[in-house]
Each structure stands twice: as structure tokens, then as C-alpha cells.
């Protein structure tokens, strides 16, 4: 599996259930963060994404999106709104239009304003992160996947997951005057929450990234010890023990990786 497969793993379940079938929402006493607080001085913005994503559809494409569009300008609720937001951003994620669908998930979140919806819209935003070329693209994304996440866990502070998904942000797109944000972060979230298996597979994902294959089997290891149903754990398990040159682990996880 290349980096972004593996990458875009992480959120697939979620953010399919997420933007098809919706979450379950509760009223929250807690604030928004300011998304300006994130997102100043962009290079490009969701207007300019989306007038090239248009530009780029073809005949059955643009009728979708049309019908799309009256149906949303027709909506005379916020349920309504959502339903058809949801919808548009799921288009664009099939339209391999990633930035564009996590802009549309992000106006969900606002309407929502669930962590969980914040969670699905970060989750998309880093997607798109992962696998753009374009600097301006890439800084879009990890600035709006940043803000996401950052709402999440304030509407959701006991859900760790949320924290984890901010490193790994950090971790794809890490600050110049802050490179070790991500790992710092996660080492804390590690000496806070020592059982939680999202953030040993996340500390797993960046041994991989930086090639500490040893590390990586440790913390993976470590995860899978705690929770087995996790299908990324054993992919990533996979590159490790490969890395690490043990072919027999290798092929055990990748036979378990291709099985889910």
C-alpha cells in the first residue's frame, strides 16, 4: 500500500458512516473555537478549490452537482441544509475532489456543531492534506484539518482520538519553528492515557515515517495487544516488520491487513 492508502485508512470507516449516514448529534454547553484562529492568510480559499473542481467534471458530473445545488438553495432548515451539505460533500469525495468535499463537510460541522461532525471534517481535510502536491493545497487543508480537530476535542475533551488525529496533522504538516509538535504531543498523550491503542498506532505511524522500525513494531505491537479490531494496525504492522527486514511477520500482518 502506498503512504496515502495507509494514511487515509485512519478515517475511511468514519468518514463514509459520517457523510452517507450522518452521526448522531447532542447539544453541547461548549464554544466553537474561532476557526479564524487557524486559517489566517491562506493561500487560496474553498471558492477558487471549487471553481476548478467544477470546471474539471464532465456531462453527468455537472447534472448531479445541479441537482445538488437547487436542492440546498431550496432547504428551509438547517436539517434540510445538512442533509444535502452531506451529500454534496460525499460527491466530491468521489470526485476525488478532496479539499472541496471537507469544505462542504465543514459547513455541516458549523450547522452540527458535534465533535463528531468536526471530527469527519478533519478527517477529510487530512485526506486531502496526504495526498496533494500543491504547497497552497496542502497549507489549505492542514490549516482547516487543524481547526477541525481543535473543535472536536473542545466539544469532546475526553475523547483522546480527537487529540490524536491534531498530532498527526502536525506530524504531516509540521511547523517550521516547532518540527517536534506532533511527537511531543503524542508522548504526553501517551504518559495520560497509557491503554489507549489510538495513540501507540499513531506514534507507530511516525517511526514509519522516519524509518525507526524497531520503534514502530513496539508501539504497534503494543496497540494490537490492546485492541484487535483496529483494521489499521495490522497494515501498518505490516510495513514495520518489513522495514525491519522480518519477512515472516511481514507477510503474517499483511494476509491479516488484507482480510479486513
Known sequence: MNKAQIWALFIALALFLGLYFGF???????????QSRAIQGEQTSFETLQENAIAAL???????????EVKLEAATNDAEKVLVLKKLSAFWYNSKQLPVSGGFAEQVANLENADSSWS?????????????????????CAKHAVAAFENAASLAPERVEHRVNLALVWA????????????????DLEKQHPENPSVYNALGRLAIKTGQWQKAVERLEKSWSLNKNNPNTPCLLARAYDGLGNSTKANEFSALCKGQ
Do not use: C, W
Open 24 to 34: 448522531d448529534t447532542h447539544p453541547s454547553k461548549h464554544k466553537t473555537i474561532e
Open 58 to 68: 464532465q456531462g453527468e458530473q455537472k447534472n448531479i452537482l445541479s441537482a445538488l
Open 120 to 140: 469527519v471534517a478533519g478527517g477529510t481535510f487530512f485526506t486531502a492534506l496526504v495526498e496533494a502536491q500543491d504547497p497552497a493545497i496542502r497549507d489549505y
Open 172 to 187: 504531516e504538516n509540521p511547523k517550521p519553528d516547532n518540527p517536534m509538535q506532533a511527537v511531543l504531543m503524542l508522548r
